[in-house]
């Protein structure tokens, strides 16, 4: 992530030439990791040809060129590229490309990519894009697409443009969710999500996965539409959970059920005596939230495995056509946050 952060700023000349980089001390500081680690980072910058190292002086920036880097670049596009936190999808990336000496890894966030002259896309061999928002980069995506470059989609997926994609099976992983907080007595039971959310494909398969759970059983389903800035949506659950209409809550991901977690506590609701909880997509948040938060775990390594795979099968098949979508397992993740009707 250090050798991918660097490469990046010196690549579109956020670090210009001349520069001095930090020194191995003060980035595996920076970084949290051992000197080893950061010595690494920098030697493989050394090895691009992107950077001079020299005793007593230190690193400094001789190039900033993608076209004098031996090795072809695949781009990784993803809104959290420097926090793992929010899903380690480089490790399964990178356990595939180390597999072979022609490819390297550059790592960049959406708005930079958004805004990358088309000629510095094109000299890479191809894209890996985490979709963050589908109406917002449509016209990017679509773009790629209509000039014939390599691209795979990450977490979400067109259902009519034929890109390949790999996704988690966010229907089961709702469905799963559902099902615990019904096993365990919950019928009052409502699916918390941002307005706009609801209109991206993996929240819509996680409540179709909840409505799907819900009607088998014969159970009324609620939707709350959720703007945790806003008071009213505190003051309605607070109420509904307070007159028992709501002893269940299954919410969009881990994010948001920490953060109403920690908003309820404040106006007094126990967690889970009162209320039990279920995110969705394991990030490591949610092992230290308290109380411990359960949840539907994504495999973000398979999901960048299988991501690498696809697009490397892309750039060396004649047929640009493929359209492929592989959708990887989840599972439940049993913790605190749920308690049995009836358990004090």
């Known amino acids: 992530m250090i050798y991918q ?3 990046n700023d010196i690549l579109t000349q956020k670090i210009t030439i001349g520069s001095k980089l930090p020194s191995e001390n003060q980035l595996a500081q920076d970084y949290k990791v051992s000197r080893i680690t950061s010595k ?4 493989e910058l050394e090895n691009d040809g992107l950077v001079t190292r020299k005793a007593g002086i230190g690193t400094i920036v001789k190039k900033n060129n993608i076209e004098k880097i031996t090795k072809s670049e695949i781009i990784f596009v993803i809104p959290f590229a420097n926090n793992n936190e929010f899903g380690d999808y480089t490790s399964g990336l990178l356990q595939i490309l180390d597999d072979t000496s022609d490819f390297q890894l550059t790592t960049i966030n959406n708005n930079i990519f958004r805004n990358l002259p088309l000629s510095r896309i094109k000299a890479a061999k191809g894209i890996i894009y985490y979709v963050e928002s589908l ?11 209509l000039n014939d470059i390599p691209i795979v989609l990450l977490d979400k997926s067109f259902e009519d ?3 390949p994609s790999v996704t988690s099976d966010n229907f089961t992983g709702g469905y799963l969710a559902t099902n615990e907080l019904i096993k365990n007595g919950h019928h009052n039971i409502t699916f918390l999500t941002n307005e706009v959310n609801l209109n991206e494909a993996s ?4 409540y179709f996965g909840y409505l799907s759970a819900l009607k088998k059983q014969q159970i009324t ?7 945790l800035d806003q008071d009213k949506t505190i003051e309605y659950l ?3 959970i307070n007159n028992k209409k709501i002893t269940g809550l299954v919410a969009e991901n881990d994010v948001i059920a920490i953060r109403i977690m920690n908003e309820l506590r404040n106006h007094n609701i126990q967690i889970p005596q009162q209320l039990s909880i279920i995110g969705f997509d394991n990030i490591q948040a949610s092992k230290l939230s308290y109380p411990a938060l359960s949840t539907i775990d994504q495999n973000f390594v398979a999901l960048g495995e299988n991501a690498a795979n696809l697009l490397l099968n892309l750039i060396n098949n004649s047929d640009k056509s493929i359209t492929k979508r592989t959708t990887i397992p989840v599972k439940l993740i049993e913790r605190q946050s749920i308690n049995t009707l009836g358990d004090k």
Do not use: Q
């Open 5 to 7: 952060t660097l490469k």
């Open 40 to 43: 690494r980072a920098l030697t």
């Open 135 to 145: 109406s917002l980069e449509l016209p990017i995506i679509t773009n790629l697409y």
């Open 161 to 163: 443009l034929p890109i």
């Open 203 to 206: 929240v819509r398969s996680r």
């Open 221 to 227: 389903p609620e939707i709350l539409h959720a703007d």
């Open 238 to 240: 607070v109420n509904n």
